[in-house]
C-alpha cells in the first residue's frame, strides 16, 4: 500500500544533481590538478626527476592549497547568505604551461542583490587566499639558489611584488630578483598565488574586484571599470602582454560593467569600507606591472 496521497502525483520531481555538480566530480578535478602540477613543479625547477617529484609536491601543494582556500572563502560566504553555489572546480591544465593549471573557480547559481553581500562575497576569495599565501612565502623567500652567471636568453624572469620585497625585509633576506635565482618551488606557488589574486581583484565586470568596486561605488562602477580595462591595454606596449590580455579576456567574457544591486543606496557601513580598503591594499602588495619578461 502506497503512502502517497493524489496530490502527490502531480509534484514535480526532486531536481536531480547534475554530473557537473557531483562531488566526485569536483574530486577528479583537483585529483587531476594535483598531478599536473606535481608533474609541471618538478619539471620546471629541478632537473634530476627524483629531486622533482618532491619539488613538485612542494609546488604543488602549497598553490592548490591558496587556490582552494580562495575559493572556499567565495564557497562559504554564499553559504552564510544562503546563495546556491557549487563546490570549487579546479582546472588542470595537461599542456605545457607555467603551473599545470588553469586556476580554480565555483560558480555562483544566482544573482546576488544584497549589497553587503556582494562585498563580502567578492573581498572573501582574495582576502582568504592571500592569508594562505604568505606563509608560503615566508619560507620559500629564504630558499633561493643564487645562480653561478646572469639568465641565459631563453629563460623567464618572474618580477616581484611588493608584497615579496615585504617578505625579503621581514625574513632578513638580502634583497634578489628572479635574474640572479633559482627561486624555490614553494616560493613560486607563493608567487603564483599572489598573482591569481592581484587577477581577480582587477575592479572589471563580475571578477572579484568587480563585485567589490560595484559594491563600494554603485552606479560609478562601470566608468572606473572602463578606465581600468583601459590602463590594462596600455600596459601591453610597456613589456608584456599579462594584465591586457586578462582583462579583456574578462571583459569579452564577464561584461566591464556589473550588475546593480537591489540596496544601492544604503550605507555600506564601516566595517565594509574597511574591507573595500583592505582589498585595495591587497592589490597593490601582489600587483606588478609586468609580471612574466621572456629573454
Known amino acids: 500500500m502506497s503512502d502517497l496521497s493524489p496530490r502527490d502525483f502531480f509534484r514535480p520531481p526532486p531536481p536531480r544533481r547534475r554530473w557537473k555538480e557531483h562531488p566526485l566530480f569536483h574530486l577528479l578535478l583537483f585529483a587531476a590538478t594535483f598531478v599536473t602540477t606535481t608533474y609541471f613543479g618538478g619539471r620546471l625547477y629541478l632537473s634530476d626527476p627524483r629531486a622533482g617529484f618532491w619539488a613538485g609536491l612542494s609546488f604543488s601543494v602549497p598553490l592548490l592549497l591558496i587556490l582552494g582556500?580562495?575559493?572556499?572563502?567565495?564557497?562559504?560566504?554564499?553559504?552564510?547568505?544562503?546563495?546556491?553555489?557549487?563546490?570549487?572546480?579546479?582546472?588542470?591544465?595537461?599542456?605545457?604551461?607555467?603551473?599545470g593549471t588553469f586556476g580554480a573557480l565555483i560558480r555562483i547559481k544566482e544573482p546576488i542583490r544584497d549589497r553587503r553581500a556582494l562585498i563580502d562575497v567578492g573581498a572573501a576569495g582574495p582576502l582568504a587566499g592571500f592569508a594562505m599565501a604568505i606563509?608560503?612565502?615566508?619560507?620559500?623567500?629564504?630558499?633561493?639558489?643564487?645562480l653561478p652567471a646572469a639568465s641565459p636568453a631563453g629563460s623567464i624572469l618572474f618580477h616581484y611584488p611588493l608584497a615579496v620585497r615585504l617578505a625579503q625585509t621581514l625574513t632578513h633576506t638580502a634583497p634578489y630578483t628572479s635574474a640572479g635565482v633559482q627561486e624555490h618551488p614553494t616560493f613560486m606557488a607563493a608567487w603564483f598565488g599572489l598573482l591569481v589574486t592581484a587577477l581577480n581583484l582587477l575592479p572589471i565586470g563580475q571578477l572579484d574586484g568587480g563585485h567589490v568596486l560595484r559594491a563600494a561605488v554603485g552606479?560609478?562602477?562601470?566608468?572606473?571599470?572602463?578606465?581600468?580595462?583601459?590602463?590594462?591595454?596600455?600596459?601591453?606596449?610597456?613589456g608584456g602582454p599579462t594584465w591586457a590580455f586578462f582583462a579583456v579576456a574578462a571583459s569579452l567574457i564577464l561584461g566591464v560593467p556589473h550588475p546593480p544591486v537591489e540596496n544601492e543606496s544604503e550605507p555600506l557601513g564601516a566595517g565594509r569600507v574597511l574591507v573595500a580598503l583592505a582589498c585595495l591594499a591587497v592589490f597593490v602588495l601582489c600587483f606588478t606591472p609586468v609580471p612574466i619578461q621572456f629573454l
Open 69 to 99: 582556500t580562495h575559493e572556499m572563502g567565495h564557497y562559504l560566504t554564499c553559504k552564510r547568505y544562503g546563495l546556491a553555489a557549487t563546490l570549487p572546480y579546479f582546472l588542470p591544465a595537461p599542456i605545457p604551461t607555467l603551473i
Open 135 to 146: 606563509p608560503f612565502l615566508l619560507y620559500g623567500v629564504t630558499r633561493a639558489t643564487p
Open 219 to 238: 552606479r560609478r562602477q562601470p566608468a572606473i571599470s572602463y578606465a581600468v580595462l583601459g590602463g590594462a591595454v596600455l600596459t601591453a606596449f610597456r
